[in-house]
């Protein structure tokens, strides 16, 4: 199948957030406002149909808005601000766009919406202003209610119902400020 389709889609957020503090516990709520539209031109339609001429071209817009919340609650296990070894976990909820090529015009653009969440430790530790150690472990989920795969015999992304992704990662940044950083991860 030969597609020739122009294929836009935007993405444009704000963030708001509030912060609480009390001696070694730190929690951040928020949330951030999504808007997504998409745009598809498809330029390769018929010229004629039963009617007669027509023009080969067919735009289709679609827009949609999510809120989407958000919450981090951090616990410094030690106290020396020289060197920090804190545990952290996020919760929140995502939203991914559509295919802008399956959606039809003045369409509300469906989201596919995901939960994910993220637990881990960090440790910080820095020695005078010569070199700074920031290490990160951690794990996380995300489950995606309607995600989208690519299909190359369709040439283009179809759904493929519900997804869940597991995973760890792990992290480590060794700095001189001002100067030099290098960053490894896993």
Same mark, same amino acid.
């Given at each position: 199948?030969?597609?020739?389709?122009?294929?836009?889609?935007?993405?444009?957020? /704000?963030?708001?957030?509030? @912060?609480?503090?009390? &001696? +070694?516990? *730190? $929690?951040?709520?928020?949330?951030?406002? !999504?808007?997504?539209?998409?745009?598809?031109?498809?330029?390769?339609?018929?010229?004629?149909?039963?009617?007669?001429?027509?023009?080969?071209?067919?735009? /289709?817009?679609?827009?949609? @808005?999510?809120?989407? &919340? +958000?919450? *981090? $609650?951090?616990?410094?296990?030690?106290? !020396?601000?020289?060197?920090?070894?804190?545990?952290?976990?996020?919760?929140?909820?995502?939203?991914?766009?559509?295919?802008?090529?399956?959606?039809?015009?003045?369409?509300?653009?469906?989201?596919?919406?995901?939960?994910?969440?993220?637990?881990?430790?960090?440790?910080?530790?820095?020695?005078?202003?010569?070199?700074?150690?920031?290490?990160?472990?951690?794990?996380?989920?995300?489950?995606?209610?309607r995600d989208l795969l690519f299909d190359p015999e369709a040439g283009r992304n179809v759904p493929v119902g519900a997804t869940q992704r597991y995973g760890a990662f792990l992290s480590l940044q060794l700095a001189v400020p001002r100067w030099f950083e290098l960053l490894g991860s896993f």
């Amino acid at each position: 199948t030969v597609f020739d389709t122009a294929r836009s889609t935007t993405q444009a957020g /704000a963030y708001v957030a509030a @912060i609480g503090r009390v &001696p +070694r516990v *730190t $929690l951040r709520a928020g949330a951030r406002v !999504a808007a997504f539209t998409s745009s598809a031109t498809d330029r390769n339609l018929p010229t004629v149909d039963r009617e007669g001429e027509r023009v080969p071209r067919q735009t /289709a817009d679609a827009f949609g @808005i999510a809120v989407l &919340p +958000r919450g *981090t $609650l951090t616990v410094a296990l030690t106290a !020396a601000e020289a060197s920090r070894l804190d545990w952290t976990t996020s919760v929140g909820l995502g939203a991914r766009s559509s295919d802008a090529q399956a959606l039809s015009d003045g369409e509300d653009a469906p989201f596919a919406r995901s939960i994910t969440s993220e637990t881990g430790l960090r440790s910080r530790a820095r020695l005078g202003d010569l070199l700074s150690v920031d290490g990160r472990l951690g794990a996380f989920w995300t489950r995606v209610d309607r995600d989208l795969l690519f299909d190359p015999e369709a040439g283009r992304n179809v759904p493929v119902g519900a997804t869940q992704r597991y995973g760890a990662f792990l992290s480590l940044q060794l700095a001189v400020p001002r100067w030099f950083e290098l960053l490894g991860s896993f």
